[in-house]
């Protein structure tokens, strides 16, 4: 019976973690807050020599009805939504995203798939936003 469960795990590697604001505010620091700054306001020190200018990102929710877009987000870091101005699919900092997957309830109520790593800077991204 172990064995069985045990395989299931591997064949199915979904796990529901609980989100740590504070682990991606950390993680939003050093790979995002050089081109979004580090109170994510696009305002970082790379933005002047970007053609295309970093999006304020604590204005998520207010230029979605109020709502914090958490599909949209995951899959603009993710990569599922790609960036022209990031030249590649973002984040350009390789595997740190990828991973395990979780399971995170969209706006929507649907579930959607993504990395622990996303799952924390997603739960720091809403707790920034301006009400």
């Not at 504070?22 to 700054?37: R, W």
Request: contains cysteine; proline residues 7%; glycine residues 8%.
């Amino acid at each position: 019976m172990k064995l069985l469960i045990f395989g299931l795990f591997l064949a199915f590697p979904v796990a529901v973690w609980a989100q740590d604001a504070d682990e991606g505010q950390v993680i939003f620091q050093f790979h995002c807050a050089t081109c979004h700054g580090l109170e994510a306001r696009g305002n970082g020190p790379m933005a002047p020599a970007l053609t295309v200018q970093p999006t304020n990102l604590t204005q998520l929710s207010a230029s979605n009805d109020g709502v914090f877009p958490i599909t949209r987000v995951i899959k603009r870091i993710d990569g599922r939504d790609p960036l022209v101005s990031h030249g590649s699919s973002m984040p350009i900092f390789g595997d740190f995203f990828e991973g395990y997957d979780v399971a995170l309830k969209a706006e929507t109520g649907q579930p959607i798939m993504t990395s622990k790593p996303i799952l924390d800077l997603m739960a720091w991204l809403e707790s920034v936003q301006v009400k």
